[in-house]
C-alpha cells in the first residue's frame, strides 16, 4: 500500500484546511487509515482514525469538535477536515494505514505517506 499525503499549507488562526490521502496499491476494507503530527522537537501524536470502510472513526481529545475524518466513497481518499485551526496545531501531518482495528499507536501502523505541513499562524 503506498500513501500520498496532500493539503497541507499556512493559515490564520481559526481558519481551515482540508488534508487527503489518497492508497494506492493493494487496498482492503479490512484496513484503518489514521493521522497523525509531529511538531519539531515534540514525538509523533496521535490525530484521527477511521476505518477504510468509513465505518468507526476515533480522534484524539485535543482536535474533539474541530477536525473530521471520512472516507471519500468515490476515491480511495481519507479526508481530514480541519476547522478552528490553533497555532498549536502547527506541525507535519502523516495519514498511515493498518490492518488492526482503530488504533492510535503509531507503531501498529505498517504504512506512512510522506508528510505534509501545516502551518498556523497567530
Known amino acids: 500500500v503506498q500513501l500520498q499525503a496532500s493539503g497541507g499549507g499556512l493559515v490564520q488562526a481559526g481558519g481551515s484546511l482540508r488534508l487527503s490521502c489518497t492508497a494506492s496499491?493493494?487496498?482492503?476494507?479490512?484496513?484503518?487509515v489514521g493521522w497523525f503530527r509531529q511538531a519539531p522537537g515534540n514525538k509523533r501524536e496521535f490525530v484521527a482514525a477511521?476505518?477504510?470502510?468509513?465505518?468507526?472513526?476515533f480522534y484524539a481529545d485535543s482536535v474533539k469538535g474541530r477536525f473530521t475524518i471520512s472516507k471519500d466513497s468515490a476515491k480511495p481518499t481519507v479526508i481530514l477536515q480541519m476547522i478552528s485551526l490553533k497555532p498549536e496545531d502547527t506541525a507535519v501531518y502523516y495519514c498511515?494505514?493498518?490492518?488492526?482495528?482503530?488504533?492510535?499507536?503509531?507503531?501498529?501502523?505498517?504504512?506512512w505517506g510522506q508528510g505534509t505541513q501545516v502551518t498556523v499562524s497567530s
Open positions: 498511515a494505514a493498518t490492518t488492526y482495528h482503530i488504533t492510535w499507536t503509531a507503531d501498529l501502523y505498517d504504512y
Open positions: 496499491g493493494r487496498t482492503s476494507s479490512s484496513y484503518s
Open positions: 477511521i476505518r477504510w470502510n468509513g465505518g468507526s472513526t
